[in-house]
């Protein structure tokens, strides 16, 4: 882990989206979501998020981020 992720508490970030998961397949990609590896791509994740927020707040629903359990099919 990076200076910048340890000092933006990253892992607490990851594990506190973890806890808001539907599944625990879903709780397990939060907790690996990488730290972006540079301004270009912090600022990119932003725009989504900032676009998901804007939809939210005009009404829209977002599908679910319930990820399946499919690992005792395969």
Do not use: Q
Not at 34 to 56: I, K, T
């Amino acid at each position: 882990m990076t200076t910048d992720a340890r000092a933006l508490d990253w892992d607490e970030v990851t594990a506190r989206l973890a806890a808001a998961a539907e599944s625990p397949a879903g709780g397990a990609l939060c907790v690996a979501l990488p730290f972006a590896d540079n301004p270009g791509e912090a600022r990119r994740r932003m725009a989504a998020v900032a676009e998901l927020a804007r939809l939210l707040r005009a009404g829209e629903t977002l599908p679910s981020l319930a990820a399946p359990e499919i690992d005792a099919a395969l």
